[in-house]
């Protein structure tokens, strides 16, 4: 088998793995609420971890990267989830379940990154694109994973036995990495961190511009799909769990179709109008589902979210847009410091809904929230979103000033 061909297949099992776990708490949300009591900020602020931790080891993962390579520091980190899996499995209460939660956001912090820079070195600039897009669009199954299927595995054997098995399917894929995952030969290694700063990531305005709308792109489609999306769907439209699970399977199908097509739309469309145009059809969406009434057919909520799916997706494309700012020497710190905003504002959008709903709404005797809780948070998401695609919007002119010149 071609060495290539190997460091891709093991990349993109780490991925499935890190999307099944991201996203698996919103189908089981009922279960947490009825075994451990759990409110909706205690919901949000266990879920979110995930998302903080996975941000915070975002800047020295990308030094590590830049400096030792991926096959070292990325099968290294994830051990921390197997560790979490296995608290998460045991947990007796909230504060055992929010430690596990957080050993696996750490442990997942570094595959996509470590992924996007192996390739950096395995793949031309010409062919990284629809490479990387391919394996985030597989990857991303995951989510179906944890959709119908995690719903029927949580029926069948309970939430605790499927965290232990992931435990030991981390610690296969962590091996699988540092045995087969090579570096490539010409792939970038520094020795210190002296040919570029975070500093100069952090002042460049270009950043802000990308960084922002990933921001909220990142956080609208990975805070809900991996979370709140669920409870919307129990509590707003009346869903019982495997239906809700379905509807979360068309989201995360719609999340595959946009991972697979961001790449190869963006070659032919260019990377900044791609992804403004999905921005502004993420909004759009946000906005349907803040006023899509709970007596509509279900067939038509499936696709809603299937298009849901497919705007947040090409949020991907801010990797590369990141990358053609910043040099060759640059590219896991660059990629990393987009990466804590994505992942960063997944985090306070998790919580903050959690927030959000806890403190303006009252559950019944069920610890359900009226469905006006879910779909105001849905409204705040699209004014946010719009916010930042407004904001990026002139790096898009000055990118067609330079290109009419």
């Known amino acids: 088998m071609p060495v290539r061909v190997r460091v891709f297949l093991v990349y993109f099992c780490a991925y499935f793995l890190s999307y099944f776990f991201r996203s698996a708490n919103a189908v089981i949300a009922d279960d947490l609420i009825a075994d451990l009591g759990l409110s909706a900020e205690q919901l949000g602020r266990m879920t979110s971890v995930f998302f903080v931790t996975f941000a915070a080891a975002q800047l020295p993962f990308g030094i590590a990267l830049d400096r030792f390579g991926a096959r070292r520091v990325t099968p290294t980190l994830m051990l921390a989830a197997v560790l979490g899996n296995a608290i998460f499995a045991v947990a007796p209460s909230f504060a055992v379940l929010l430690l596990g939660r957080a050993l696996i956001g750490l442990g997942t912090a570094g595959i996509l990154m470590g992924t996007f820079t192996s390739f950096s070195g395995w793949f031309s600039t010409r062919q990284l694109a629809s490479v990387f897009s391919l394996l985030v669009g597989l990857g991303a199954f995951g989510g179906i994973g944890a959709a119908t299927p995690l719903a029927l595995l949580n029926d069948a054997f309970g939430w605790r036995n499927v965290f232990m098995g992931g435990a030991g399917v981390f610690l ?5 990495i540092f045995i087969w995952g090579y570096d490539a030969p010409q792939a970038p290694q520094q ?9 100069d990531i952090f002042r460049n305005p270009i950043f802000w511009r990308i960084g922002l709308l990933n921001f909220t792109t990142t956080s609208a489609l990975f805070a809900f799909q991996g979370l709140w999306a669920g409870p919307y769907l129990f509590d707003a439209i009346g869903l019982n769990n495997v239906q809700t699970g379905n509807i979360l399977t068309a989201l995360a199908l719609g999340a595959i179709t946009g991972f697979f097509a961001c790449g190869n739309v963006a070659r032919h469309a260019g990377i900044a109008v791609s992804y403004a145009t999905a921005a502004t059809l993420l909004s759009l969406i946000l906005g349907v589902i803040s006023v899509f009434p709970s007596d509509a057919p279900l067939w038509l909520l499936a696709v809603v979210f299937y298009v849901y799916g497919i705007g947040g997706a090409f949020s991907l494309l801010s990797l590369s847009e990141v990358r053609r700012v ?8 660059a990629a990393t410091a987009n990466n804590l905003l994505g992942f960063g504002g997944s985090a306070v959008v998790q919580w903050g809904v959690g927030a959000f709903v806890s403190a303006f709404f009252v559950a019944n005797e069920l610890g359900r929230y009226p469905g006006e809780a879910y779909r105001s948070a849905f409204a705040i998401m699209a ?17 067609h000033q330079s ?3």
């Open 326 to 333: 910043f040099p060759v020497h640059m590219t896991g710190r």
């Open 172 to 176: 296969a894929s962590s091996a699988a």
């Open 403 to 405: 290109v009419a010149k």
């Open 383 to 399: 004014v946010l979103n719009t916010a930042a695609l407004l904001f990026y919007l002139p790096r898009l002119y000055r990118l």
């Open 191 to 199: 020795t210190g961190d002296t040919q570029g700063r975070f500093a």
